[in-house]
T-cell receptor, first 113, second 113 residues
């Protein structure tokens, strides 16, 4: 099976712009979670989507949003970018159920200038 | 609240040395515990996991045992290789919030030839 894919891999934006990142889960996986990784804050959970519904949400401002499509592909959007949004954004997918293992993609590295 | 504490890095060892990376956790109930590894420029890979007390997870020569009495999940390897150089993350996931993984701050490991 192909792994989790994320596009684009690298992105440069300026403050105030918005950005959309994409994640394609492993075939058959219905859950997609997003994480932000920064040197200062480490890895932090953003949100999780399961069957097109947001099932869980971390402590991020409303500028961070996401959605999931019927084919389980997910997008996350960040509006009004700030310098502090520069990070590696990781997507993880899992099948379903409480104890399923999450598989991570390679990440999208976002730089905000 | 739920949290994971792991030893500060960086850890530098010579090839074939014994490795221990300490990890302790705080959580109610019976969380699942994980070790993830992140190689330079890549996303996270699941290294091993344990879902109940006294379980031992193992993979690629790495081992960790779920110790509920000491709330610990220390990572060990008997003989490290240069290729093991990476950042290692200890993590937990509670059953009540199965999609949300809580990560430790990561420990950077460097192996000298």
């Amino acid at each position: 099976k192909a792994g989790v894919t994320q596009t684009p891999r690298y992105l440069i934006k300026t403050r105030g712009q918005q950005v959309t990142l994409s994640c394609s889960p492993i075939s058959g996986h219905r859950s997609v979670s997003w994480y932000q990784q920064t040197p200062g804050q480490g890895l932090q959970f953003l949100f999780e989507y399961f069957s097109e519904t947001q099932r869980n949400k971390g402590n991020f401002p409303g500028r961070f949003s996401g959605r999931q499509f019927s084919n389980s592909r997910s997008e996350m959007n960040v509006s009004t970018l700030e310098l502090g949004d520069s990070a590696l954004y990781l997507c993880a997918s899992s099948s379903q159920g409480v104890l399923e293992t999450q598989y991570f993609g390679p990440g999208t590295r976002l730089l905000v200038l | 609240g739920n949290s994971v504490t792991q030893m500060e890095g960086p850890v530098t060892l010579s090839e074939e040395a014994f490795l221990t990376i300490n990890c302790t956790y705080t959580a109610t109930g019976y969380p699942s515990l994980f070790w993830y590894v992140q190689y330079p420029g890549e996303g996270l890979q699941l290294l091993l996991k344990a879902t109940k007390a006294d379980d031992k997870g193992s993979n690629k020569g790495f081992e960790a045992t779920y110790r509920k009495e000491t709330t610990s999940f220390h990572l060990e390897k008997g003989s490290v290789q240069v290729s093991d150089s990476a950042v290692y993350f200890c993590a937990l996931r509670r059953e009540s919030s199965a999609s949300k993984i809580i990560f430790g701050s990561g420990t950077r490991l460097s192996i000298r030839p």
